[in-house]
Nanobody, 125 residues
Framework: QLQLVESGGGLVQPGGSLRLSCAAS????????IGWFRQAPGKEREGVSC????????KYADSVKGRFTISRDIAKTTVYLQMNSLKPEDTAVYYC??????????????????WGKGTLVTVSS
């Protein structure tokens, strides 16, 4: 069964950091562009960041630019989202998703082929 698995969520104080990981089960992430999305209670799912299949192209939502960094390992088996200077408004369930895209491109629209089940990030003192 093809699926994505997120990990690394948890409770952190404002100003703290977390690193989320996204790994594939049943297939390889190589060749797929990866997006990170989040959904806060009562709000729609929004795109946070994405990275191309080569890792050479990235995008960020304005709300996280300068604080979050997306990356993927050399073997392209795992994608990470490093989150620094976290704010209470970053509290949400974070999802990773994969989609086949032209080389060097990625998207933060939710038109993805595969989704993980999400990991909860809570930013609170």
């Amino acid at each position: 069964q093809l699926q994505l698995v997120e990990s690394g969520g948890g409770l952190v104080q404002p100003g703290g950091s977390l690193r989320l990981s996204c790994a594939a089960s049943g297939f390889t992430l190589a060749g797929y562009a990866i997006g990170w999305f989040r959904q806060a209670p009562g709000k729609e799912r929004e795109g946070v960041s994405c990275i191309s299949n080569s890792g050479g192209s990235t995008k960020y939502a304005d709300s996280v630019k300068g604080r979050f960094t997306i990356s993927r390992d050399i073997a392209k088996t795992t994608v990470y989202l490093q989150m620094n200077s976290l704010k209470p408004e970053d509290t949400a369930v974070y999802y990773c998703a994969a989609v086949l895209r032209p080389i060097g491109t990625c998207t933060m629209t939710p038109l993805m082929d595969y989704w993980g089940k999400g990991t909860l990030v809570t930013v609170s003192s």
